[in-house]
């Protein structure tokens, strides 16, 4: 049987992390909590959803969770002053730009309005470009990938010297995901959903990463029993979600030395206890910097 990748009990402790981490910001801030911003330019309802889960998470830490919600209206330049404002906020630690973004704005532009430090979401150019020559800061780096890695980490998966194929190119996911397992040692290839003859690369993966936002993409006859497979798509499926991978039948080819994150319950809320880390390593920062 297919070894199951779920995220529990590791995102609780990660979570718990948090928390600890949180107590000890407030406590030398004297008991005032620095505040997360989350912005909000969309009225997609799953979106929504997200952004209240996300709240509470950040809550649970004895932080404050700012919702600010500019509409699905926002202009580009709507969404750079405020978060431009917020950068300047001395009571904010850390800022979260939800997607997606109104038609017509460049998150990599709007982006440029976040201050690095304040990056938790790591989707800033300056955090991007010390992700790319290695000298990024852990707390700083964009939270799904960071949350694939930690999977990986906690089911120690071994990546020095093995084969790697991410399918999905996204300057949030599937690229950045690509430059933390080259920089554990693997050797990394990376594929898309129009990829000719996708199943001839990802059958050579010893470790899979789909993150190509296309449901069910990945399938059985697309992988080699024995590989590790990280489903990071999350799509609606009636009263539940499904992800980028048909579990059914690529659970079944794996055999008992491959294994497979499940949806839900593997790559999300190890996201989420990633994100409540930052925040709370964000605090941290924050009330140094006023000491």
Not at 186 to 202: I, M, N, Q, Y
Not at 207 to 218: E, F, I, N, P, Q
């Amino acid at each position: 049987m297919t070894r199951r990748l779920a995220a529990q009990p590791f995102a609780k402790q990660i979570a718990a992390r948090a928390t600890e981490i949180a107590a000890h910001a407030i406590a030398d801030a004297h008991g005032t909590a620095p505040e997360i911003a989350v912005v909000i330019a969309t009225s997609e309802p799953d979106s929504l959803l997200y952004v209240d889960r996300l709240l509470k998470q950040v809550s649970a830490t004895g932080l404050v969770g700012r919702r600010v919600e500019l509409g699905s209206t926002a202009t580009e330049a709507e969404i750079f002053a405020s978060l431009t404002s917020l950068s300047a906020d001395q009571n904010v630690a850390g800022i979260i730009l939800q997607s997606p973004l109104p038609s017509g704005v460049s998150r990599e532009i709007v982006a440029a309005a976040i201050a690095p430090g304040k990056d938790i979401d790591g989707i800033t150019l300056v955090n991007a470009e010390r992700l790319a020559d290695g000298t990024h800061d852990a707390s700083l780096l964009p939270a799904t990938a960071a949350a694939v890695m930690e999977l990986l980490r906690a089911y120690e998966i071994p990546l020095q010297g093995r084969a790697a194929v991410v399918v999905g190119r996204s300057a949030i996911v599937g690229r950045p995901v690509a430059q933390l397992l080259e920089a554990a040692g693997a050797h990394v290839e990376v594929a898309h959903s129009k990829t000719p003859d996708l199943g001839v690369v990802t059958r050579t993966a010893s470790v899979l990463v789909v993150a190509a936002g296309v449901r069910g993409l990945v399938r059985g006859e697309h992988v080699s029993p024995g590989t590790v497979v990280i489903d990071v798509g999350i799509h609606p499926s009636g009263e539940t979600i499904v992800g980028d991978v048909d579990a059914p039948s690529v659970g079944a080819l794996l055999g008992e030395t491959g294994g497979l994150s499940p949806v839900p319950g593997g790559v999300g809320p190890m996201t989420s206890a990633i994100l409540a880390l930052h925040a709370a390593q964000a605090a941290e920062r924050l009330v140094r910097g006023r000491a």
